[in-house]
């Protein structure tokens, strides 16, 4: 592709070679290469990437799930693919219960995540999952974003 996309990105290929420092991984690759991952995957196939990842490269480390479970195939509105007594985080630590998973940021549109201040006010972000150190971790990175955080209990 040699044309912007819908939105007026300009095609991979050209932001790749601006962006030479960036590069590309496999799932595995990249869960391995840090001490956080961000589980940005459509949540309809996440525990699916999850897996492609790899659970010896999620354990130990912070597991920031920002997916939500969005089904789409009925068209829009979208209904979740899971709901009311279970929840994706809760899926996610299930399936890889060394993972210290934290939800965040699933209330915000992407490209106001990290520019809160694209809507005016004051706002706060929910950060929830079971381990104080992990919720920490990501409430930090949260806030360098420009976000009042609030860690959750649970």
Same mark, same amino acid.
């Given at each position: 592709?040699?044309?912007?996309?819908?939105?007026?990105?300009?095609?991979?290929?050209?932001?790749?070679?601006? #962006?030479?420092? /960036?590069?590309?991984?496999?799932?595995?690759?990249?869960?391995? #290469?840090?001490?956080?991952?961000?589980?940005?995957?459509?949540?309809?196939?996440?525990?699916?990437? @999850?897996?492609?990842?790899?659970?010896?490269?999620? =354990?130990?480390?912070?597991?920031?799930?920002?997916?939500?479970? @969005?089904?789409? =195939?009925?068209?829009?509105?979208?209904?979740?693919?899971?709901?009311?007594?279970?929840? @994706?985080?809760?899926?996610?630590?299930?399936?890889?219960?060394?993972?210290? /998973?934290?939800?965040? @940021?699933?209330?915000?549109?992407?490209?106001?995540?990290?520019?809160?201040?694209?809507?005016?006010?004051? #706002?706060?972000?929910? /950060?929830?999952?079971?381990?104080?150190?992990?919720?920490?971790?990501?409430?930090?990175?949260?806030?360098?974003?420009?976000?009042?955080?609030?860690?959750?209990?649970?």
């Amino acid at each position: 592709m040699t044309e912007p996309d819908a939105m007026g990105n300009v095609p991979f290929g050209q932001w790749q070679g601006e #962006h030479q420092g /960036v590069r590309l991984l496999t799932f595995a690759d990249a869960a391995a #290469h840090g001490d956080l991952v961000v589980n940005a995957s459509p949540g309809a196939i996440s525990l699916t990437v @999850l897996e492609a990842a790899g659970a010896t490269n999620l =354990s130990g480390k912070v597991l920031w799930d920002i997916a939500l479970p @969005l089904d789409l =195939s009925q068209g829009l509105p979208p209904t979740l693919t899971v709901a009311n007594t279970d929840s @994706l985080g809760e899926q996610i630590q299930r399936a890889y219960p060394d993972a210290r /998973v934290v939800k965040a @940021l699933t209330t915000v549109f992407a490209e106001v995540m990290v520019d809160p201040g694209g809507v005016p006010g004051e #706002h706060n972000v929910f /950060v929830a999952g079971e381990d104080s150190d992990a919720k920490a971790t990501v409430t930090e990175l949260i806030e360098q974003f420009g976000w009042l955080a609030k860690a959750l209990a649970r």
